[in-house]
């Protein structure tokens, strides 16, 4: 079974995605399962991880409801506020959506990265941990001091960093972003997603030769057992359509791993991390 492990739904009228407007007609409108069914097909994606676009419980909501009428969609990566008072007895009503496979945390979003080490949220956190429960983390690579120092808090979270920490992909950036990332990955129960990197490139110049390296250096830090392919769908649309992104991957991956590593990477990785292994029997 091949999966993407990351890609989003949105629907504009429900008013969460303002942030659409900044990257004009290309994501300024809806996006829907039909809208991504053939590309799934053109590719052999089986299956798919939906991932929050909008920090709302109501884009949750909306994401749990497609996934009840869609096959495509294997689970759904929603939202919470880590700091609201009832913030786990919202945890538990979502719990109780099968689909539900985890939650993001969007520290790029954050106008600073260190309020995710607030008192509520770590506590939140630290909840998460104890439950095994799978968390996304977004941020930009400037951002991984404050991720590092997360991790020394809650060094057993499931955690999964997204698009490879956001490095700036179009100024060559490489340190400290490859370091950190190799801190990071010491912690066995991070895991790294080969996503959203077109878009950290010159959304018109790019190269598969200019983002192969990043690609290596997180499946020799991560290793292949703890990598899992992602296409950031539609907002790899800004630089490059979905084949290409899924092109990208297996060519970069081509004669370095296995294929039953290129397979974990392709799917069983994703399963694994979000609790779906009953999805391969």
Not at 108 to 133: C, G, T, W, Y
Not at 194 to 221: F, N, R
Request: overall charge negative; proline content about 4%.
């Amino acid at each position: 079974m091949r999966v993407d492990a990351h890609q989003h739904y949105w629907q504009l009228a429900r008013g969460d995605y303002d942030w659409t407007k900044e990257d004009g007609e290309i994501l300024h409108r809806d996006y829907f399962p039909a809208d991504l069914s053939e590309h799934l097909a053109r590719t052999q994606i089986d299956k798919t991880i939906v991932v929050q676009a909008a920090p709302t419980m109501k884009d949750t909501e909306f994401m749990l409801e497609l996934a009840q009428h869609n096959d495509s969609i294997a689970g759904v990566v929603g939202w919470l506020d880590l700091e609201h008072k009832d913030f786990r007895e919202q945890y538990e009503s979502l719990r109780k959506q099968s689909k539900l496979v985890g939650i993001r945390i969007m520290i790029q979003i954050m106008e600073d990265a260190d309020a995710v080490l607030r008192p509520a949220s770590l506590q939140a956190l630290k909840f998460l941990e104890a439950e095994n429960f799978p968390v996304d983390l977004l941020m930009r690579s400037h951002q991984l001091p404050t991720v590092l120092k997360l991790l020394q808090q809650v060094p057993d979270l499931r955690g999964v960093i997204d698009h490879i920490a956001k490095p700036v992909i179009a100024q060559e950036q490489w340190e400290p972003w490859a370091s950190q990332l190799d801190e990071i990955a010491s912690y066995p129960s991070i895991t790294c997603k080969l996503s959203g990197m077109v878009t950290e490139a010159d959304h018109h110049t790019w190269t598969t030769e200019q983002v192969t390296p990043y690609i290596h250096h997180i499946v020799k830090a991560f290793g292949t057992e703890r990598v899992m392919f992602g296409s950031d769908w539609p907002v790899c649309l800004l630089a490059a359509s979905y084949e290409r992104v899924v092109s990208l991957v297996e060519e970069a991956l081509s004669g370095g791993i296995t294929e039953s590593e290129k397979t974990a990477i392709f799917g069983h990785n994703a399963l694994r991390f979000y609790k779906l292994e009953h999805l391969l029997r």
